[in-house]
């Protein structure tokens, strides 16, 4: 744990000034991306951050294996879960699959 001290008797100035015209909390970049319910995104999340944790930047590449396997298993859902999935990790990625997929 990091934990700033500034030198005995000196008020930074970045502790000093009030926080005017900046945002309070953190904003999502691709919140707007997002079309399915808050569950449904969450359980996408979820699953990119342990795909990513298990397999580092291959994890992209591992969830549009799934999307092809669970395509080839018949599973309409499963696809659109992994390619989520796979978006969320590697945007490109899944946008290229989708316009082979459409091909």
Not at 46 to 59: E, I, K, P
Request: aromatic residues 8%; proline residues 2%; charged residues 25%.
């Amino acid at each position: 744990m990091l934990r700033f001290a500034p030198r005995y008797g000196i008020i930074s100035p970045c502790l000093s000034r009030s926080i005017q015209g900046r945002h309070l909390r953190a904003v999502n970049d691709n919140a707007e991306n997002w079309s399915g319910s808050w569950a449904q995104q969450d359980e996408a999340l979820d699953t990119a951050l342990r795909l990513f944790a298990a397999h580092g930047f291959s994890a992209a590449a591992r969830a549009r294996d799934a999307a092809v396997i669970a395509e080839h298993s018949g599973e309409a859902g499963r696809v659109e879960f992994w390619v989520e999935v796979c978006a969320t990790l590697d945007r490109r990625m899944a946008r290229d699959f989708m316009k082979r997929r459409q091909s």
